[in-house]
């Protein structure tokens, strides 16, 4: 019975997880990398045809995006999902499969150029197709027996319409273990879907990090009863400032979560007036995909809407609908939104400015001082838009050099991950402590010093690098030769020295291990004592 983590280990996009269970493999995500690949990931160690059954926290494309590849590779196993997951990934595989095959051909053709072979996507419409087929719609909080040995239950987590914390009941040589996946944990009192919802018992834990080393900023007491006040007050703020300067505000947004939370907010500032002197102001959605995703939201189960949400849909008010808006799907209605001179909110995919339409709007709007560029969303190290979060001067869209002369904003209190405090507060829902916490979906500086806090509060934990393999019943730990914990930053000559002394640690945790369990009586208070020893240690060698 072993884990091996494969993605998401010290960065924020890719996650992907594998369980072996008699004999039989299991992947927890099958997610895709966004922006720089920080850190190197090991290949998956056994075959796509091997994989029995793929357990899927989300929709997200870093959670689902290689799901396809992993069919076009020899998957043919089931992937269990929720209902509302299910109903997203149809969209968002074959939205994201557009994209494989659209950014391979405008590549193919740069190679044709330079008298270089032609780029294959990395999966194509057909490979989303056939990965879609393998889904199996699963309700929250029913317990469903897989296999020999194993059951697994979704409940539900709060981050996305459909998202859930997977809990797997795991038996081998009649030795049973429970294992729980935190999925990402929704952030607290987002509009439209519940709060996240915690779990009685574990075994072992893996919790994301995203923002396991910051703190959401909100704002008490609100005048206004709704929910995420701070953010739709903020939102308003943007819209008017904009707009008094004759700009537009344009928002790159996720089209699944983030594109109906904008739409949700935006119905509410214009039914309390929120923004002055610019009635009736239009508002574009322009993504295919948030179309779409836009109907799942609407037609999903009610248990999945919290209760405002669904308090509206009773009263027969679309939440997600309101006077001035506009859905544009095709290309031509895209184009005709630049030709609006008029001060306008335009949202469009995608949120990190990686791919999609948005990267249009930023080559007609990111030169022009009276526009805003509003971020909604974490951007990952090396995307564009964490570039341009952090100050470039210019940026290269379709071949150009554009300037960067319009006000790049956040919106802080909308992100869809819980912070420091919420991973807490979910992680405190364990009656017992868990034998062991594994910490992984986090930037490096977020992962560690999430661990450091959780040290503190007394839990064991780890923090996996790719490649690293956990037996489940008897402790052991093995980091395989092809895992990388090294940064690519690093230079070359840092690179074996990281490596020996990480392989030296390794050693001296492992006898550690060893020890630990020879002496029976070895409690979770003789290890935060043996693990603050070791920091004080560490602590000293600094100074």
């Not at 879907?193 to 994301?208: L, Q, S």
């Not at 009276?370 to 290269?396: C, D, M, P, W």
């Not at 092809?482 to 050693?507: C, K, M, Q, W, Y």
Request: hydrophobic fraction near 40%; charge should be negative; proline fraction near 3%.
């Amino acid at each position: 019975m072993k884990i091996q983590f494969i993605g998401a280990c010290h960065e924020v996009t890719g996650s992907c997880t594998l369980l072996e269970v008699n004999g039989a493999q299991y992947l927890v995500d099958c997610g895709m990398e966004q922006g720089i690949d920080m850190f190197e990931n090991v290949p998956l160690p056994v075959p796509a045809a091997a994989i029995d059954a793929v357990f899927l926290t989300h929709a997200h494309i870093d959670h689902s995006g290689m799901l396809p590849k992993l069919y076009k590779d020899g998957f043919r196993g089931k992937i269990y999902a929720t209902e509302a997951t299910t109903d997203l990934c149809n969209i968002m595989l074959r939205d994201s499969a557009h994209i494989q095959e659209s950014e391979a051909e405008w590549r193919s053709r740069k190679a044709e150029r330079a008298g270089e072979k032609k780029v294959e996507p990395v999966y194509n419409l057909e490979d989303a197709m056939g990965a879609i087929s393998c889904f199996r719609r699963c309700k929250y909080d029913e317990i469903m027996r897989i296999a020999e040995g194993v059951e697994v239950r979704f409940t539900d987590i709060g981050h996305l319409l459909g998202s859930a914390c997977i809990e797997l009941w795991l038996t081998e040589d009649g030795e049973q273990r429970k294992i729980v996946f935190s999925g990402d944990v929704g952030n607290y009192d987002q509009p439209i879907i519940n709060d996240p919802k915690k779990v009685a018992d574990a075994d072992y834990v893996v919790i994301e990090s995203t923002y396991g080393n910051r703190l959401h900023e909100r704002t008490p007491q609100p005048p206004i009863k709704m929910k995420s006040y701070d953010a739709v007050r903020a939102l308003a703020n943007y819209i008017q400032t904009a707009f008094d300067r004759g700009g537009s505000v344009i928002i790159p947004a996720f089209a699944v979560g983030r594109t109906q939370e904008m739409l949700y907010a935006i119905r509410e500032i214009k039914q309390y007036g929120l923004v002055k002197g610019h009635d009736g102001f239009p508002v574009y959605v322009d993504s295919p995909l948030a179309v779409e995703a836009t109907g799942v939201f609407l037609q999903c189960d009610m248990s999945c809407l919290d209760e405002e949400t669904t308090e509206l849909v009773n009263q027969g008010v679309n939440p997600l609908w309101f006077d001035g808006l506009t859905l544009a799907v095709s290309a031509e209605e895209s184009k005709a939104i630049n030709a609006d001179r008029r001060p306008k909110v335009i949202i469009s995919a995608s949120g990190m400015c990686e791919a999609g339409r948005i990267r249009h709007h930023l080559k007609h709007n990111l030169w022009q001082k009276k526009n805003i560029i509003l971020f909604v969303g974490y951007q990952a190290e090396g995307s564009l838009g964490r570039k341009l979060q952090e100050g470039a001067h210019t940026v290269r869209l379709f071949g150009e050099d554009i300037l960067v002369a319009a006000e790049i904003a956040a919106l802080r209190g909308t992100s869809g991950h819980a912070d420091q405090q919420g991973l807490i507060d979910w992680l405190q829902g364990f009656i017992d402590k868990p034998r062991v916490v594994y910490i992984n979906h986090g930037d490096d500086g977020a992962v560690m010093e999430f661990q450091k806090l959780l040290n503190e509060m007394g839990y064991t934990t780890e923090t996996p690098f790719s490649g690293t393999e956990y037996d489940l019943l008897t402790g052991r730990m093995t980091v395989f030769a092809d895992a990388r914990p090294i940064s690519r930053r690093e230079t070359s000559r840092g690179h074996a020295r990281a490596l020996s002394v990480f392989n030296d640690l390794i050693a001296a945790a492992e006898a550690l291990l060893h020890l630990c369990l020879a002496r029976r009586g070895c409690t979770n208070k003789d290890n935060a004592k043996l693990t603050s020893q070791i920091l004080n240690l560490i602590q000293k060698w600094k100074e």
